[in-house]
RNA sequence: GCCCAAGUGGUGGAACUGGUAGACGCGCUGGACUCAAAAUCCAGUACCGAAAGGUGUGUCGGUUCGAUUCCGACCUUGGGCACCA
């Protein structure tokens, strides 16, 4: 037989699929559902190594699920909108559409090549205007729901994308894309009211059990809830500020009050004082300009202002305008209580201001405990606290919060550190927020039978700023409240919008809403979503939220998109440097006995180490590449092999001929078998050498089962090497059992290589496909054995093994092990004190 | 600084609820086939030791008949958050 060839093989099948429509997902089915998704691409222009992991693992579901008789779905769509388009659009002067639709019909094309076996009747792209013109409708609820708002605010500002962002956009204080230093700015902006959900995000958490307790911890973490006291002080001018506290239990170790230098009263003092101007001007500096000096110094002005303490009349703490205190949190206003809050301390120590611990730890006397240079943060007891004096550190919170409430100057309550979704953008290439802004009625919504608000066909990007603002045919339009003269909103909506509910949209991706009730109650939630880490937070929680709203206003049944969620590894590979220090790629390179040396002229190159792939080290390879050598069995094979799922996975061209060579094994099993059954004979045979193979054969139907069940791809890969092995050293054994094998190993390796699985499984005789055929199901019988080897141990050390009848009886087992050579010698005479029997696993002899 | 995860052969990694550490792949070594090469097949491959045996899952301790697995401390790497009161 020839030599399989991939490339042919893998068109033939593919077409041979789409003839039958086989990935078609039809709208009814008795079967249970299954909803596979890989978070969708952004249409660059080509897939890389990533996208060929991610939709590999995605495809080994699916085709595992459909098989197992599932109905599954399996879409695929492009989240067209963003920057790189209109970067694109600057730079070659083409249209962004048409630079998008380009590239996505040319990842369409290599996506095809994968083999991925998706629905593409159901395919869209965000840019679509029937994908967006829905999105505008579903705004508009939100709107008229009272989810969105808009607000002056201060805002991050992205200096290079020009473009405002949200607080989960800022990593480190540069711009999620641009990576440049975000600057604050005072702008009118729209804002989704995320934090509305913010304890049922929280408490949704909790019933999200098949996903990656990392990502949970993630989110968790970022929304930060935490529970407190808000209570009001008066001033000393009778003016009242309300601030925030979770450990009220402190209030009488308070020794200043702190405004954040953006608080409204800190503003309004320092119209009347030329040093506190100076001052709140001198800390937005520090702020903006070098956000990783965080280690700034506190610093802090005293107002002159008294602000009376609680419990005490007579007792007037100093208030200041502290550089650490966050206006975003809480009420922009504090306590301080240096001995038991790090930054109050350090700040109290440079303004000689009291340090009174309070709170003591168990057993020490107030009197001798005294805080240093670090605050007291554990638990304790009440001390130098009047009525608290003696509670634990608990009840002192509880007993203080009942007394303001008592009083009407306090509230407990819980403060998040989840902000508010801002979702406009001045870029020209969104999808446009339907509003229009009219002088005599203010904002007013885009009238439903005037959707959808559409892009101009021509953008002019030669123009300063926002195209859509510039360009005034597009911008100029009529109120639909009063008929009077008026404009657009010329904001689009953040991308991460877009792809916040088109999971939802492929239920239906016709549907004349924007979701179809019907048929997202049967597909929703995704049962299996597989993305990348570094969507933990933002997609993963915006997603969630924009769920979570629609299911308050009746759009959809689940409150919870994705019921289970895999996170998946980077792909990485070696980095090369030659000898002035730049990269070099690694289709320069030859390697020769662990040296790497530059193919054109022989200089010596350094291996660095393996990063994820990336244009800027030159360590890219393209899957196109891979595909057109080995095809794309081979590269789904080894995205599999080897690593975890969830951990990186460095690409190696020997690697990659191993999987090629593993290819070739398969069809050579497959093809040239001599003597094989018919289709269909039955197993009778019951010689020892076909129950081998038969075991074998079983055992790897159960242990690929169960390793996929649990996406452990790594772990399914290996079961099916063990069966090839199996089948190469079996001994001359029944023409059945033998066929039985061989059929049991292409069907296993259908998931993962499924143009393999098909071409083998013609030419074992098959005229129905694989992809047609239903999973394998293993004989119990089979996999249980009659004999089990159990260890000897003495004293915990192997000694040697014995192979008794399986649920042999404790006491045979142990007059077995003790009559070893091994034993004896290790026993050296000594009677055993104790014999410890686990059946059918170890014997263990205590001397 | 706080929170989380992970450290196993030359290498990627395996090991169910504590029970034979190193499955399977890559690499390497030897052999077969060949005029030769490629491809393929067979055997071997944690470390020390001639062997008996000993030592080994980041380090140090602990619990246990028995620990990669459980507990404590520490080291290293990776990730998240970072003046959140």
Redesign the pocket.
Known sequence: MA?YNAKDSEKRWQAEWDVRGLFRTPPHSEAPKCYVLEMFPYPSGRIHMGHARNYTMGDVIARFRRAQGYNVLHPMGWDAFGLPAENAARDKGVSPRDWTYENIAHMREQLKMMGLSIDWSREFATCDVGYYHQQQKLFLEFYKAGFVHRQEADVNWDPVDMTVLA??Q???GRGWRSGAVVERRKLSQWFFRITQFADELLAGLDTLDRWP??VR??QK??I?R?E??RFQFTLSDGEKLD??????D?LFGASFV?L?PEHPLAQEMAKKDENLAAFIAE?RH??TAE?DI??????GYDTGLKAIHPFDENWALPVMV????????????????PAH????L?FARKYSLPVTAVVVPEGIDPKTFDVGAEAYTGPGRLANSRFLDGMSADDAKAEVARRLEAAGVGERTV???LRDWLVSRQRPWGCPIPMIHCAKCGVVPVPEDQLPVKLPEKINFAVKGNPLDADVGWKTTTCPTCGGAATRDTDTLDTFVDSSWYFARFAAPHAAEPVDKAATDYWLPVDQYIGG??H??LHLLYARYITRAMHKLGMVEVAEPFAGLFTQ?MVCHETYKDAKGDWVSPDEVTKE??KAFRTADHAEITIGPSEKMSKSKKNVIAPEAIIADYGADTIRWFML????PE????W?D??A??????V??VW?LASESEGLAAPGTPVTATDEASLNLRRATHRAIAAVTE?LEAL?F??A??????L??AI??AEKCDAAARREAIEALVLLCAPMMPHLAEECWRALGHDRLVAETPWLKYDAALIQTDS????V?V?????G?ITMPKDSDGKAAESAALAL??VI??LDGKAPK?V?V?PN??????A
């Not at 502290?322 to 209580?337: D, E, R, S, W």
């Not at 092999?641 to 975890?644: I, L, Q, Y």
């Not at 890969?717 to 063990?722: D, E, I, M, P």
């Not at 089990?788 to 260890?791: E, G």
């Open positions: 030599r607080n989960e800022v990593i480190d307790e990392k911890l993630m973490n970022w930060g935490s407190g006291l601030v925030f506290t979770t450990r009220p402190t702190a954040s800390c520090v702020g956000a965080e280690k700034a110094e506190k610093k502290a550089n650490f205190v966050l206006m975003g949190y809480g009420t922009g206003a504090i306590f301080g209580c809050d790090q930054r109050d350090d403060n998040y550190r880490i570094e933990a937070i590894g006995g662990g092999s080897d690593t975890p951990r990186d996975i460095e190696t020997a690697g001929e191993g999987c090629w060579r593993f070739q094994r050579r390793n452990r790594n772990n890969v290996a079961q099916v090497y063990t090839a092995n190469g050293v089990v080897t159990l260890a141990q004293n915990g050390k192997r000694r093994e050579d091994g010698r290790a104790k410890i686990v696993r170890i014997v263990n002899v205590v």
